[in-house]
């Protein structure tokens, strides 16, 4: 599995937005998905779409605000990122699962970040 790169970060205005690509070659029949890590807290789920993309699921903090799509043959992933928060401010790594959104992340591809910081 090619590593993911991500790209789309940068410093916004709380309630703008912003869409995170990530480029993840080979990953048609994988699930992909976002993770997120903010200074001093634990890495949380943000998102993760099926292969299909019949399935997606969010994380309780980003549901309604957040939309994660795939498109290139679903080798690239999108989040797109609306009424952003301070909170939101993290490192937002792109992971490639394995054939299913529950299976472990922690047994997939990971990018290396691209920051995104909320703030006025």
């Known amino acids: 599995q090619v590593q993911p790169v991500e790209s789309g970060g940068g410093l916004v205005q709380p309630g703008g937005s912003l869409r995170l690509s990530c480029a993840a070659p080979?990953?048609?029949?994988?699930?992909v998905g976002w993770f997120r890590q903010a200074p001093g807290k634990e890495r949380e789920e943000v998102s993760c779409m099926s292969s299909s993309g019949g399935l997606t699921k969010y994380g309780t903090p980003v549901k309604g605000r957040f939309t994660i799509s795939r498109e290139n043959a679903g080798n690239t992933v999108y989040l797109q990122m609306n009424s952003l928060k301070p909170e939101d401010t993290a490192v937002y790594y792109c992971?490639?699962?394995?054939?299913?959104?529950?299976?472990?992340?922690?047994?997939?591809?990971w990018g290396q970040g691209t920051q995104v910081t909320v703030s006025s």
């Open positions: 080979g990953s048609t029949y994988k699930a």
């Open positions: 992971v490639v699962y394995g054939y299913s959104c529950s299976d472990d992340a922690n047994q997939g591809s």
